[in-house]
């Protein structure tokens, strides 16, 4: 597949790591037993990308996430596979300090409910400070150490249009949902994670201010030669920052490529559907079709055939049983029979300009389910 060409490692564009996820399956313990949100998941962050996730709520997005860090909670646990970060080895293998010292340090993250994950009782600036003596600062180096971070922090929050020294100044009741989280954001950039997974960064964001935090976002990445994930439910969100894109249905990866050819020259049903939905914007506004049906749950995702077999209209017996077949051209990988022929009457029009931030597919389906 893609991306495994560089094994000679020295002379790299940058020193970016590289993050490799091989067979990763993450269950949750319910009623009905262990149940899978996150199914044999095999993905590839090339060192210096940016790689978006994208899919309708429910299709295990944030649990990836989350995997990356190895900090799924019961009542989840990481079943099978490995997360192999350049520099760090496997992340699903580590544990207690090791883990801890991983997560922020190596992979800087904001989680999808980082608007509501800061701590009501401390100032932003008191929590930073926090962070970074759980990271060793301000012990061996310094009180100097502690003042770099804040220095840093602020640039950071001045940077995302927020007057900085004053956002550190202030309790989290103070802040609006979009001011917390670019705190988030600054939290996840601020201990200089060279691998930053970002889980829905911009969604309490206006259309505007969301355009200046993912310039921001790709000019950090591009400055500092990070590795980064981006999750979101809207596929403008990756059509402006995404190198590579991933689809996510029922906890599988339906297909994978770079951005611009993926949105340009979707295969899978499912993409197809999701930019199907979408109103153009030079378009009328009636163009767009709503996807029939609504993501499976945990208790409805098929155990054994397509995932996506109940909204597809291609559905063919063969999608009822067994494995899918992962069909791989170029750089590009989708998983499912129909794609298998590459028949021409199952492309579509759609070109990537036309797919905007802010262009949202969590209630998709809705309308005419
Ligand atoms: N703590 C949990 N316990 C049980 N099920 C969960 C838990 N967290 C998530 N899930 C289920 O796992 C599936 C994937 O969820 P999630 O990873 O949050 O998806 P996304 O981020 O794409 O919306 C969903 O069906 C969700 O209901
Ligand atoms: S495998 Fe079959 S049901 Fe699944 S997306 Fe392809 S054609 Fe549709
Ligand atoms: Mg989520």
Not at 179 to 196: C, D, E, S
Not at 203 to 223: F, G, P
Request: proline share 5%; charged share 20%.
């Amino acid at each position: 597949m893609a991306a495994e060409q560089s094994s000679e490692q020295s002379s790299d564009r940058s020193s970016a790591p590289g993050v490799r996820i091989r067979g990763l399956s993450v269950v949750y313990r319910t009623g009905a037993g262990e149940l899978p949100a996150v199914s044999g998941i095999d993905l590839d962050l090339p060192p210096g990308t940016i790689t978006g996730v994208v899919g309708e709520s429910g299709s295990g997005k944030s649990t990836l996430a989350l995997s990356l860090l190895n900090a799924v909670q019961p009542p989840g646990r990481i079943a099978a596979g490995s997360v192999e970060i350049d520099g760090l080895g496997d992340v699903a293998a580590l544990h207690g300090d090791g883990l801890r010292r991983a997560r922020g340090r190596h992979i800087g993250y904001v989680f999808q409910a980082a608007q509501n994950s800061l701590n009501p009782l401390k100032t932003v600036g008191g929590q930073l400070l926090d962070l970074g003596r759980s990271h060793g600062m301000g012990r061996s180096h310094g009180p100097d150490d502690l003042r770099g971070l804040v220095r840093e922090a602020r640039g950071l929050l001045d940077r995302m249009g927020l007057d900085g020294a004053r956002v550190l100044d202030s309790y989290q009741h103070e802040l609006s949902g979009g001011m917390r989280q670019r705190v988030g954001i600054m939290l996840a950039l601020v201990l200089n994670a060279r691998v930053v997974v970002l889980d829905e960064p911009t969604t309490a964001l206006d259309m505007i201010t969301q355009a200046t935090i993912l310039r921001i976002i790709r000019e950090v990445h591009e400055e500092r030669g990070l590795t980064t994930l981006v999750i979101t439910h809207d596929l403008g969100v990756v059509a402006e920052v995404a190198d590579n894109l991933a689809v996510m249905y029922g906890g599988r990866l339906v297909e994978q490529g770079p951005t611009g050819e993926v949105l340009g020259d979707p295969r899978h049903p499912y993409t197809r559907g999701l930019l199907a939905a979408i109103p153009r914007l030079a378009g009328d506004i009636g163009e767009a079709r709503a996807l029939p049906g609504r993501p499976p749950t945990l208790d409805s995702v098929p155990a054994d055939g397509c995932v996506f077999r109940e909204r597809c209209a291609l559905r063919m017996e063969v999608c009822e049983t067994g494995r899918v077949p992962v069909v791989s051209w170029g750089s590009r990988t989708a998983v499912c029979h129909a794609v298998q022929g590459a028949r021409e009457d199952v492309k579509q029009t759609v070109t990537a300009g036309t797919v905007t931030a802010g262009t949202a597919i969590a209630d998709m389906g809705e309308e005419q389910a």
